[in-house]
Structure formats: structure tokens, C-alpha cells
């Protein structure tokens, strides 16, 4: 009798843990399929990038030729956000009995970045980036029969990220109408946006 085929991955935007090491077989009782135990893995170290991201983007605003500490404080509260969040999903990831493999740290690819506009617009393009991989995620969950991990990761992960896109819509609007730029020529709309934005103060 044949082996019966490998099953076939869809195209998939989930950041799969390619070297996971499953826990099927070892903690059947939670009942968490594979495929979600390792996109569960897969989105903790997505998470896990953004908050390093973020933290590197914090610091640009610290250095003495930047001295913008309320946009510092902006991109720290954001962080602080992001490595909660991924600790959070690592925890539910331990309740269900699953395994996190963890990954090499990469450069936050962020370091050309010198202006307020643009860390703004790699924010935005992260949390654009992390609901579609979270939408993904539920939908896989809900694929699986998990309606458990689908409404945990639609509450405590998914519902966050719309306030947060809509603040900083209006953050990027005000960053344009003050007259910030994609490099430092646009100094003084930065200093007023760091001064007057009450977003910046979380």
C-alpha cells in the first residue's frame, strides 16, 4: 500500500517555524494541531522582531541629534506593547502545551531610519503586516476546529491592532501637517509634533 502524500502547504503569509519541533504525541490531552502549535511558534517570533524593531527605533529619537523624548517614549510604549504581546501568545502557546523553538534575533532593519515620518510609516507598515498574518492565524485555527485559539488570538491580539492603526493614522497626518519629512530637513515640524501631540504621551 502507497504512503499516503505529504500534506500540501498553501500559500501563507503565517511566518512558519520551519525547524519546529512539535509536541504531537507528547501532550495529546490539550488537543492542539500541528499546523497551529507551529504558526503559533512562527507569530510569537514575529511579534518578539517587531518589539526589537521598535526598541531600535525608540533609540534613534535619544540620540543628541535627534533629542525628540516624547517620541522616544512613543516608540518605548510601543515596544512595551509588542513584548507583552509576544509574551502573552508564548504563554498561551505553554497552556495549550506547545513548544516554542525560538529563532536567531535579526537586525531590526531599521537603521537608515533618521526622521519621525518614516519610523512612523514602519510602524504602520508592521501592524498592517502583523493583523493580516493575525487574521491568518484565526482563520487557521478556526480551519482546525480550535475555536479557542481562534477567539484568543481575535481578542487579545487582533482587536488591539485596530486602535492602534487608527492613532497612528491621525500620528501620521499630523506628522505630514506639520511639516515633518522623510529625513531631518523637516526639524521643526518634528519639534512641534514632539511638543503638542498629546498621542506621544501614551
Not at 498592517?128 to 491568518?136: A, D, F, Q, S, T
Not at 480551519?143 to 492602534?164: C, E, G, Q
Amino acid at each position: 500500500m502507497a504512503a499516503e502524500p505529504a500534506e500540501k502547504r498553501l500559500k501563507s503569509s503565517l511566518p512558519l517555524c520551519v525547524a519546529h519541533r512539535s509536541s504531537a504525541g507528547r501532550r495529546a490531552t490539550h488537543n492542539l494541531q500541528a499546523a497551529v502549535e507551529e504558526a503559533l511558534c512562527g507569530v510569537s517570533s514575529l511579534l518578539w522582531d517587531g518589539a526589537y524593531r521598535l526598541q531600535a527605533l525608540a533609540s534613534v529619537f535619544e540620540r543628541d541629534d535627534a533629542a525628540l523624548p516624547r517620541v522616544a517614549s512613543f516608540f518605548h510604549q510601543e515596544a512595551l506593547k509588542q513584548q507583552q504581546e509576544a509574551e502573552a501568545m508564548l504563554g498561551y502557546l505553554a497552556e495549550r502545551g506547545g513548544n516554542y523553538c525560538g529563532k536567531d534575533v535579526q537586525k531590526p532593519g531599521c537603521e537608515a531610519v533618521c526622521a519621525v515620518l518614516p519610523a512612523l510609516e514602519l510602524l504602520l507598515l508592521q501592524l498592517k503586516e502583523e493583523v493580516e498574518v493575525l487574521v491568518e492565524l484565526n482563520q487557521l485555527a478556526r480551519n482546525h476546529r480550535d475555536p479557542h485559539t481562534a477567539s484568543v488570538v481575535k481578542s487579545h491580539f487582533l482587536a488591539p491592532r485596530v486602535d492602534r492603526l487608527k492613532l497612528l493614522g491621525d500620528l501620521l497626518t499630523n506628522a505630514r501637517r506639520v511639516g515633518c519629512t522623510n529625513d531631518q530637513t523637516g526639524g521643526f515640524g518634528e519639534y512641534i509634533l514632539n511638543e503638542l501631540q498629546e498621542e506621544l504621551t501614551g
